[in-house]
């Protein structure tokens, strides 16, 4: 990929991941619960997605290979985009629950998480638009 394009791929991410955090930040606004609680599960994951493949983009354009979300949010570490290692441990093993969400009860324990996911996207994001 040329330097132009990598550059429009992470702008392109950088606008995508705008985007899905502030969707997720308003479906954990809504009022209707039962709604909130399945966007804002959509919007988790869509938020994930575009994080690490953000962080993938950059990493590649910066001669680093990140072949893995653990490993781009292992970079995004160490590069200081992320501060609460903790949290984002969390994130990726609660991503990985979401692919398994066939009770009600699992669903609105994972709600319940992504107030706090919110804050780390969002620092993450403001990390983002730095590099």
Known sequence: MTGASQDERIQLLRADLERVVGALSESLAHSNERFARDSSLLHFNLSYEVAWKLIQAIAARDGVDV?????????????????????????????????????????????????????????????????
């Open 67 to 131: 072949v893995s979300p653990r490993a781009a949010f292992g970079f995004a570490h160490r590069a200081g985009w992320i501060s609460d290692e903790v949290t984002w441990d969390r994130i990726v093993r609660t991503r990985n629950d979401t692919v398994h969400l066939y009770r009600a009860s699992m669903a609105q324990s994972i709600y319940g998480e992504l107030p706090s996911f919110l804050r780390a996207f969002d620092e993450l994001h403001k990390s983002l638009l730095k590099v």
